[in-house]
C-alpha cells in the first residue's frame, strides 16, 4: 500500500534554533519526493523537489535529503524565523507508463518561538 | 501568469443545504484536482479531471460532486451539508502532461457549516 507518514506530527521551536522533519514512505514505484509549505488559511507551496538519484537539495534555510535505500526524507531547517511557523507537507509520486499517483502525508506543524 | 485562484475564500453554510465552490487553474493546465483539509487529517484527495473527465476519485461520499469545463475551470459540489464538511476546500492544477506531478495549488475556501 502506498503510504507516506510524517514525524513528528508537531513541534515547537525557538526562533534561531534548527529543526528535522521528517519523511518516511512506501511508495512504488518511486518518481519523486517534494515537499511543501502551507501557511495556516493557505495553499500549499513547492519549497523542494528530489528525484531518485538525488540525495540533498537546498532551498535558502531549507535543505531537503534523500535516502532511496530506506524511503526516507528529512527537511532541515537552519536558523528558523517566526516566518518558518507553518505545515511542512512531504509528498511523494509514483508514476508508471500511464498515469501519475500522489501520494501527501499528513503533514508536521511547526511553531517557532520568539 | 497568474496562480490558481478559488472562489469564494469564504463560506457560511447551514446543514442541509448545498454549495458549489469554483476552481480556474494555471493557464494552459488542465489538470484540476480538488482536496479536502481539516485539522488533523491532512489533505484528503476528491476527485481529479483532466480534459472534462474525471479521471481518479478519492473515498467520499457521493454528495461531492465535481465538474469540468471546455476552458478547464472546475466546480465541485457538495449537497445536502453536514457538520463534518466544514473545511479548507483546495484545488490544485497541474500542466498538460499527464504524468506530470507538480501541482500548484490555490489559496483554498474555508467552508463554515453551522
Known amino acids: 500500500k502506498n503510504q507516506v507518514e510524517q514525524s513528528p506530527q508537531s513541534l515547537i521551536i525557538l526562533e534561531g534554533k534548527n529543526c528535522t522533519l521528517q519523511?518516511?514512505?512506501?511508495?512504488?514505484?518511486?518518481?519523486?519526493l517534494r515537499w511543501y509549505k502551507q501557511d495556516t488559511g493557505r495553499g500549499p507551496v513547492s519549497l523542494t523537489i528530489?528525484?531518485?538519484?538525488?540525495n540533498t537539495k537546498s532551498n535558502g534555510r531549507y535543505t531537503a535529503t534523500l535516502d532511496a535505500d530506506t524511503k526516507q526524507s528529512s527537511l532541515h531547517i537552519t536558523a528558523s524565523q517566526l516566518s518558518d511557523s507553518a505545515s511542512y507537507i512531504c509528498v511523494v509520486s509514483a508514476v508508471d507508463s500511464s498515469a501519475s499517483k500522489i501520494i501527501f502525508g499528513s503533514g508536521t506543524r511547526l511553531s517557532i518561538r520568539p | 501568469k497568474a496562480g490558481v485562484t478559488q472562489t469564494p475564500r469564504y463560506l457560511i453554510k447551514t446543514r442541509g443545504q448545498q454549495v458549489t465552490l469554483s476552481c480556474s487553474p494555471i493557464s494552459g493546465h488542465r489538470s484540476v484536482s480538488w482536496y479536502q483539509q481539516t485539522p488533523g487529517q491532512g489533505l484528503q484527495f476528491l476527485f481529479e479531471y483532466f480534459s472534462e473527465t474525471q479521471r481518479n476519485k478519492g473515498n467520499f461520499p457521493g454528495r461531492f460532486s465535481g465538474r469540468q469545463f471546455s476552458n478547464s475551470r472546475s466546480e465541485m459540489n457538495v449537497s445536502t451539508l453536514e457538520l463534518g464538511d466544514s473545511a479548507l476546500y483546495l484545488c490544485?492544477?497541474?500542466?498538460?502532461?499527464?504524468?506530470?506531478?507538480?501541482?500548484?495549488f490555490g489559496p483554498g475556501t474555508r467552508l463554515t457549516v453551522l
Open positions: 490544485a492544477s497541474r500542466d498538460r502532461d499527464p504524468r506530470s506531478n507538480e501541482q500548484f
Open positions: 519523511c518516511n514512505y512506501t511508495v512504488s514505484p518511486f518518481s519523486n
Open positions: 528530489m528525484t531518485f538519484s538525488e
